[in-house]
């Protein structure tokens, strides 16, 4: 037969055993009458025509195989019965769905968010074609930047891309909003501002993020705006004579309430004046991750940045370019045509410059971050995978363990499929779709639950960050990807826990009588089951304990001593209009005078100009000892340097250990400067270093342009102060060196205001006083505890510590519930041998202790593996690890303890349940 007939034959299933049925009677028929046609009686010849055609009913189902697709509808069958199973056993349902749903929803979870940020692809049309440029320099650094004249020079000379395009971010001060009022401090009615992680606004200053981009950006990326037009439909005559911003819908319905007349408003951008000509979609980041407040053009940004060269500049590394690859070009041909043209251009560089030195081009397929991953950040997120994939093997081992004790009530059952001609295989086959029907069903509640929770916490993220500060954008909503991975993540779930289980169940009933004890387990189960169950103890206690480690290694970060005043010393950051030329002498006078007036206020303590220790830009320098000019054979360390002013110590609480502090406020005629103690003993270990010199080269080292630096003299030693901690775990940074601010810097450093007050009530004052002092300044403030709280370092160990707890409490929790319900499945099949224990005898307290015994030795087992195993995570986690010790004692002791303990109250709860039996009920249980 035809697949057609044989769907049809499906289909229509009566009627097709009504025509077997008339074919076996036609064929029965005519060998009757041929019996009789040869002389024999009517009875004779119907005995005889029935034993030479056989038995009809096996015919019936041979020419069923032949003319049907009888595995198609066998499995069916089997998901049928598997099904009305289930049901009617909802307690070992209900807790296998939620063991599997949590198991999986965890991967769901982790695999959609890194579809969402990390493996996203850029907000364009055909994504596929676009590509990421950057440069490995010859330092081996990694640099994604590039300066307007390069973007401009690979533009017009690139024939591998159809478009080329710039893009570059900075949040500008937002006034004039078109009568819309301003917001002053717009961020501390979020959650963020709330829990004080944001600097706060110490001047009535709005900020809007703001991309940078070249004119042909939205037509590279073949995306249309929402309302209004897009720069790519302006000549750049136009843009000059009109200068012209485009809004995001985010922030037109987040500032603007949706004002319908929004286009042709103007907005003022650090001064200047622009006119709003378009709004683009809802949500749209283009080469970015985040949605910003506004796009500029780059060729108008030197109406918000007068004072800057970036449009001239070739060593102004401004923005990231983006392409998108002419048809028929691969990534290869591309990279070989820049590479060309990379070398010519670096002979424009200015030849001190890294960029004028060889360097690899790379092109990238397009993505937001702009390479692919480095090596730091694949091994976080194998270590993230590995972590639910140890919390789905928890699951997996828990219900497979489950299915292992419910498959001694069912051996009745498998035995009387078996007697009826059932084979092992038949048998595995069924037990298979059961627990896939389980796994599929857990992956469907997985899927929603996690779709749900994902967008209740982007909602809550969203809503946090202040409008100021762009909005993160993360595409949750599930698409084929998603439900393909969870498809498949539950089908292998399903295969991981069912199939030791059916193998065993198999087995067991194939090799048993008829009348075999359904309530004694083979030694080969038990030994199954209590390996699943210490498989379970291993690999939550392995969690447990690295998840303990990260939370205390987070409270030790937060809570340590940084060696100086964190609580009471206020960074007060200052912003000088660009609209205005501010020359460098009104700049120090508005310094000055805002000292003074600072210094007045009640209870301020003291005042100063330098940069927090855990404030960011740490730069570092060769150090070479006695006048020698440092070089790569000279230097003997490389040391972080900082410029300060005198009180500077005074002002954050650091004592010296020996000599002081510069004599002046601003610098003495000769060059001296300061060490902390480590730097001191790694330049003079066992020496007294004062009067001492030193000289410094910050060659081959990051620095600004126009920065100060210590190169090229010689610098006394004056004085050693203690070690404070900045913003590394590991307290690298500790070893400074500290030089005498330059008066002429002043206004490029922060302020430092120690004060004795409440800071949050002094932040809220000091508003006033910048405002009288000149009220063009833009300032933000915090505490330096906020500023060390809000560092990189402190903020990664504080999101590991909750993953890492969060998902080691969820394998405590299905291992917990595993163990519970393993015993509790155990214990109701030994009822009847309990009740013969206690009718020839025993005492309870014997029997509980005996099946105490019995179920805490997997759980032994099991927490001696991940001990072990725990050690190996401990050294992979040492790197995020701060004030522990690899193998942390306190940590694994406290968490192997209180894991056996709630073992123990797993195990004890069910047993002691069976205790309370009546023997002689026991003695007749079945």
Sequence with gaps: MTWISRLRAIVQREKHEENLNDEVAFHLSMREQMNIDEGMSPAEARRDARLRFGNPGLWRERASEIDLMLLPLTILQDIKYGARTLCHNLGFTTVAILALALGIGVNTTVFTFYRALVARSLDARDPGSMVNLSLILHSGEFDPGFSYPDYVTHRDHLRSFTGLIAQGMDRLALSETGGVPIRPDAGGGTLLGRLGLLPRSASAAEFAVTFFVSENYFSVLGVAPLRGRSFDAMTGAELSASPSVMISENYWHKRFAADPSILGKVVRLNGTAFTIVGVTPHDFTGTSTTTPDFWLPLSLEPLVHPEGNLLRDREDQCCRLFARLAPGVSIAQAQAEMTILSNRLRTMHDPTSELSKPSTVQIWPGSPFGRTLD???????????????????????????????????????????????????????????????LALVAGLIALLFTWALLKVLVTIAAAAIPAEYGSLVLHITPDLEVFAYVSAISLIAGILFGLAPALESSRDALASSLKANSETSPIRSRRLRNALIATQVAVSLVLMIAGSML?????????????????????????????????????????????????????????????????????????????????????????????????????????????????????????SVVLSQSAANRLWPGQNPIGRTIRMSTNGQFHRKNEVLPDGQS?????????????????????????????????????????????????NAIGSVISSVDPNLVATSSTLDQMLRLGPQFVVSGLAA??????????????????????????????????????????????????????????????????????????????????????????????????????????????????????????RYE
């Design 375 to 437: 090596n730091e950040l694949k091994f976080a997120i194998l270590l993230i995978m590995a972590a639910v994939g140890m919390v789905l093997v928890v699951a997996c081992a828990n219900v497979a363990s489950l299915q292992l004790a419910r498959a001694s009530s069912r051996q009745n059952e498998l035995r009387i499929r078996l007697s009826l001609g059932a084979s092992r295989r038949r048998l595995i086959r069924q037990l298979l779709t059961e627990s896939a029907l």
């Design 551 to 671: 939370i205390r290694s987070a409270v030790h970060a937060l809570t340590m001593d940084t060696g100086y005043e964190s609580k009471q010393v206020i960074n007060l950051d200052l912003q000088f209009p660009e609209r205005s030329k501010y020359p460098v002498d009104r700049k120090l006078m508005v310094v000055r005078a805002l000292r003074t007036r600072l210094a007045a206020l009640p209870g301020v303590v003291a005042v100063s100009t330098a940069r927090p220790p855990d404030g960011g830009g740490m730069r570092t320098a060769a150090a070479s000892l006695d006048g020698q000019e440092p070089s790569e054979q000279s230097a003997k360390v490389y040391l972080y340097y900082t410029y300060v002013q005198g009180n500077y110590f005074q002002t954050l609480g650091i004592p010296f250990l020996f000599g002081g502090s510069f004599l002046s406020q601003t610098g003495q005629p000769e060059h």
């Design 715 to 763: 610098y006394r030693v004056i004085g050693i102060a203690r070690d404070v901690r900045g913003v590394q775990l590991d307290g690298g940074d500790s070893q400074q060196i500290y030089l005498p601010l330059p008066e002429d810097r002043l206004a490029e450093y922060p302020l430092l205001i120690r004060i004795h007050s409440d800071p949050l009530i002094f932040m």
């Design 802 to 923: 909750v993953f890492a707890s969060t998902i080691g409490l969820l394998g405590l929790a299905l291992a917990s519930m595993g163990i519970f319900g393993t015993v509790s499945y155990i214990v109701v099949l030994r009822t009847r041998e309990v009740g013969i224990r206690m009718a020839l005898g025993a005492k309870k307290g014997d029997v509980l202790r005996l099946l105490l015994r019995e179920s805490l030795r997997p759980v032994a087992a099991g927490l001696l593996i991940g001990v072990f195993l725990a050690v190996g995570a401990s050294y992979l986690l040492r790197g995020i690890l701060y004030g522990l010790n690899t193998v942390d004692g306190i940590t694994f002791a406290g968490v192997s303890l209180s894991f056996l303990a709630i073992s123990l109250l797993a195990t004890y709860l069910p047993s002691r349940r069976a205790m309370r039996v009546d023997p002689m009920v026991a003695l």
